[in-house]
């Protein structure tokens, strides 16, 4: 059975956004600089918020740009060596790809932001990371975004507590026919009643259907987890979450939101606004 990323964002995966009046290419407050090396700062800051919600989670951060991220999850992505600036120091590279055996983790990846060059693909490899792919990481500022008018008769999007925490798996499970273990400690009570994270559920007439997380960061707030239950697919339900999830952040305050595109994301996410800002290239 396949297994589908469990990271998705935005539309469907993770996308992150603004609020309150500010001119639309408005840079948050937090981080200057320009709209790829903000979205790639965003995201290091929301991703260390949803570790810190797990049972056990480690983070070192480098000097240079390369930070090291351990979840203890069985996703790959959720664990490894993670570049953050367009310049890539390999040898800090190389120091924290050296740590990673002490954790014990089954799979994990290496990434840089753009292109792999030839120094970091031979790097990779010494690690036993033969496997490139790239994934396109976009954003929208919250005066840019396209959030959906209308909701449809019968369906309801409303945020939520950890109570609903046996919803939330049932759902993605069904969703994405991964195992119960994976999703675990990615959706426990605990993680979902942190102080960054914003459960939403999704209800047509009165049944559960589609769920959605924000994860804040600063400014900014990036959707994760948007899982539509099998029966309920095809219906925009994912589109209606993200757009819920984005609302409520602009008028926290948020001022941005980050995203990137996995396959079959990309007509949501630019139907809500997102617009491509960096590509990444990450070596499993």
């Known amino acids: 059975m ?22 639309a290419n408005a840079t948050p407050r937090w981080f200057s600089g320009d709209p790829a090396d903000l979205a790639n700062r965003a995201w290091l800051q929301v991703t260390e918020n949803l570790l810190r919600g797990l049972p056990r989670s480690v983070v070192r951060q480098g000097r240079n ?3 090291l991220m351990v979840s203890f999850q069985p996703q790959a992505q959720l664990n490894g060596v993670f570049c953050t600036k367009r ?8 120091y924290y790809a050296d740590q990673m055996p002490e954790f014990g983790v089954a799979a994990w990846v290496m990434r840089v932001r ?16 033969n496997t490139l792919r ?19 008769q019968g369906v309801t999007v409303r945020q939520v507590t950890g109570a609903q925490a046996d919803i939330f798996r049932d759902i993605a499970v069904r969703a994405t026919g991964v195992p119960a273990e994976y999703v675990r400690d990615l959706l426990a009570a605990k993680a979902l009643d942190r102080t960054e994270a914003r459960p939403y559920l999704v209800e047509v007439n009165g049944t559960p259907a589609a769920i959605g997380v924000g994860f804040r960061g600063a400014d900014v707030v990036a959707p994760y987890y948007l899982f539509t239950a099998p029966e309920f697919s095809g219906r925009g339900l994912d589109r209606l979450v993200t757009g819920r999830i984005l609302r409520d952040a602009f008028l926290a ?20 606004g997102f617009r491509a800002v960096d590509v990444w290239t990450t070596a499993a």
């Open 87 to 94: 310049t890539v120091d390999l040898r800090e590279v190389a």
């Open 65 to 67: 740009g390369t930070s």
């Open 114 to 129: 753009g292109e792999a060059s030839q120094g970091f693909a031979q790097t990779a490899a010494e690690y036993g990371k």
């Open 2 to 23: 396949k297994r589908r990323d469990l990271l998705k964002l935005g539309a469907a995966s993770g996308a992150l956004v603004l609020a309150s009046p500010v001119a």
């Open 134 to 152: 790239t994934r396109t990481l976009s954003s929208v500022a919250a005066g840019q975004a396209t959030l959906p008018a209308d909701m449809p």
């Open 253 to 272: 305050g948020a001022r941005s939101a980050i995203a990137t595109i996995e396959p079959g994301q990309e007509e949501l996410l630019l139907s809500l």
